[in-house]
């Protein structure tokens, strides 16, 4: 069992970065992957980004691109997401997200763990 608790959330006007952080605890096995999901008030829950946990091979959505960064920290067990030049449009519930296997990218519904999420404003 692995328990995710995400960090970092909160309020900030646009233009403003905010930094996320995934804390895991419990055995993980073999190869994995974590991530970031976000859903915005009404809408459905989108991948954000995703990192490999042994390759740190990066997986982005085209809305993030150039502005958020995904990383780890090997011994803190720790994955980041570094959130910059926001916008009001970013918005939402972000849920860290785990997954066994290889690719940066995956599904929620594919992930094995999830956190329970920290909310992000982003007013203009």
């Known amino acids: 069992q692995v328990q995710l608790v995400e960090s970092g959330g909160g309020l900030v006007q646009a233009g403003g970065s905010l930094r996320l952080s995934c804390a895991t605890s419990g055995r993980t096995f073999g190869r994995y992957s974590m991530g970031w999901f976000r859903q915005a008030p009404g809408k459905d829950r989108e991948f954000v980004i995703g990192i490999n946990w042994s390759s740190g091979s990066t997986h982005y959505a085209d809305s993030v691109k150039d502005r958020f960064t995904i990383s780890r920290d090997n011994l803190k067990n720790t994955a980041y997401l570094q959130m910059n030049s926001l916008k009001p449009e970013d918005t939402g519930v972000y849920y860290c997200?785990?997954?066994?296997?290889?690719?940066?990218?995956?599904?929620?519904?594919?992930?094995?763990?999830w956190g329970k999420g920290t909310p992000v404003t982003v007013y203009p």
């Open positions: 997200a785990f997954a066994y296997g290889s690719s940066s990218y995956f599904t929620w519904d594919g992930s094995n763990y």
